[in-house]
């Protein structure tokens, strides 16, 4: 038996949400068996659990779309028991029991190895939301988005994906600009994080026009929606613009404009079904460029006891950086 989150179907639109212990013949099918050391919580886990989003796609659930641990069995030939590994997307926690849980069963295809100078702990406070954020930073740079080209804006700079950002393009030389719906609480926090500009969402948020004054050189979006369309509007000639999210709404009121007139990119990343040896590659790049100052400032770690509380204020734009959850 092992202890898990689990969530049920209810008559409501929010799933019943309950701690159980639960016999290990219920593991979905995989061929690797982890005890869990730490899961994450991320905008979509805060979605599944508290039903505001389709998440959920078979019941009963084990929401937890990232976890890390030890390897307890391995049919797979890359995996020996007690090797450390790390999961994150492949539909885990929608489709296929996650890691809110002391153990999950998984096909390691969808495992790749925890990253040598890393600890298990660090791995969830960066997390589907870290690996984003890296992907996004790598798409900027390959769209040939340099520190010399000019300011780059980070949107919902507080939560976990911006907030990685933000310190990654720091460390890297950029100039960030950090949009936030907070800034009176957390102006202090993304400065420290590196943010050379804090910027008020208001100012983004409206219908605007489909070209602007030039501002940015590029951007990573998690929102969506016309601040998404109003960035691309301001985005200079040439630029990127990296969009992972739709926190706000997948709708894009933009027009061609700003692709046309200014060769604009904008470039989808996608972390769910992102290849394995990408994978590795990113987490390699967050190792070297996190510093340890990310880990001490943006984190914080809760029982799964909290984590209900904790995905209704995620859904509500109340969480500032990571939250890891210790099963």
Same mark, same amino acid.
Request: hydrophobic residues 40%.
């Given at each position: 038996?092992?202890?898990a989150?689990?969530?049920?179907?209810?008559?409501?639109?929010?799933?019943?949400?309950?701690?159980?212990?639960?016999?290990?013949?219920?593991?979905?099918e995989?061929?690797?068996?982890?005890?869990?050391?730490?899961?994450?919580?991320?905008?979509? /886990?805060g979605?599944a659990?508290?039903?505001k989003?389709?998440?959920?796609?078979?019941?009963?659930?084990?929401?937890?779309?990232?976890?890390?641990?030890?390897?307890?069995?391995s049919?797979?030939?890359r995996?020996?028991?007690?090797?450390?590994?790390?999961?994150t997307?492949w539909?885990?926690?929608?489709?296929?029991?996650?890691?809110?849980?002391?153990?999950?069963?998984?096909?390691?295809?969808w495992?790749?190895?925890?990253?040598d100078g890393?600890?298990?702990?660090?791995?969830?406070?960066?997390?589907?939301?870290g690996?984003?954020?890296?992907?996004?930073?790598? +798409?900027?740079?390959?769209?040939?988005?340099?520190?010399?080209?000019?300011?780059?804006?980070?949107?919902?700079a507080?939560?976990?994906?911006?907030?990685?950002?933000?310190? &990654?393009?720091?460390?890297?030389?950029?100039?960030v600009? +950090?949009l936030?719906?907070?800034v009176?609480?957390?102006?202090?926090?993304?400065?420290?994080?590196?943010a050379?500009e804090?910027?008020?969402?208001?100012?983004?948020?409206?219908?605007?026009?489909?070209l602007?004054?030039?501002?940015?050189?590029?951007?990573v979006?998690?929102?969506?929606? /016309?601040?998404?369309a109003?960035?691309?509007?301001?985005?200079?000639?040439?630029?990127?613009?990296? +969009?992972?999210?739709?926190?706000a709404?997948?709708? &894009?009121?933009s027009?061609?404009m700003?692709?046309?007139?200014?060769?604009?990119?904008?470039?989808?990343?996608?972390?769910?079904?992102?290849?394995?040896?990408?994978?590795?590659?990113?987490?390699?790049?967050?190792?070297?460029?996190?510093?340890?100052?990310?880990?001490?400032?943006?984190?914080?770690?809760?029982?799964?006891? *909290?984590?209900? *509380?904790? +995905?209704?204020?995620?859904?509500?734009g109340?969480?500032t950086?990571?939250?890891?959850?210790?099963?």
């Open positions: 038996m092992f202890k989150l689990v969530l049920e179907q209810s008559d409501s639109h929010a799933p019943k949400v309950s701690i159980q212990q639960v016999d290990e013949a219920q593991l979905p995989g061929d690797v068996r982890v005890t869990v050391d730490y899961s994450s919580l991320n905008f979509k /886990d979605l659990i508290t039903g989003g389709k998440i959920v796609r078979s019941w009963p659930m084990v929401p937890g779309i990232d976890f890390v641990g030890s390897v307890e069995q049919e797979d030939p995996y020996q028991v007690g090797d450390k590994v790390v999961l997307g539909g885990v926690g929608e489709g296929h029991w996650g890691g809110m849980a002391e153990k999950a069963q998984v096909k390691g295809d495992l790749v190895p925890l990253t890393m600890s298990e702990a660090q791995s969830m406070m960066v997390g589907t939301a690996l984003t954020a890296m992907l996004c930073v790598l +798409a900027l740079q390959e769209g040939d988005v340099t520190p010399e080209s000019g300011t780059v804006l980070v949107t919902g507080s939560g976990g994906v911006g907030s990685v950002a933000v310190t &990654l393009l720091a460390k890297l030389g950029y100039q600009a +950090a936030t719906g907070r009176e609480q957390n102006a202090e926090l993304l400065k420290e994080l590196g050379s804090v910027v008020d969402r208001a100012t983004l948020s409206e219908p605007g026009r489909p602007d004054k030039q501002r940015w050189a590029g951007a979006d998690t929102v969506g929606g /016309d601040i998404l109003n960035i691309l509007a301001q985005t200079n000639y040439g630029g990127t613009v990296a +969009a992972c999210g739709l926190a709404s997948f709708k &894009l009121p027009t061609v700003p692709f046309i007139l200014r060769n604009v990119r904008l470039q989808g990343v996608d972390s769910v079904s992102c290849p394995r040896e990408r994978r590795i590659e990113a987490w390699k790049q967050l190792q070297a460029l996190l510093p340890e100052s990310y880990y001490q400032s943006a984190c914080k770690e809760v029982s799964l006891d *909290e984590v209900a *509380e904790q +995905a209704e204020a995620i859904t509500q109340q969480v950086g990571r939250v890891i959850i210790k099963p």
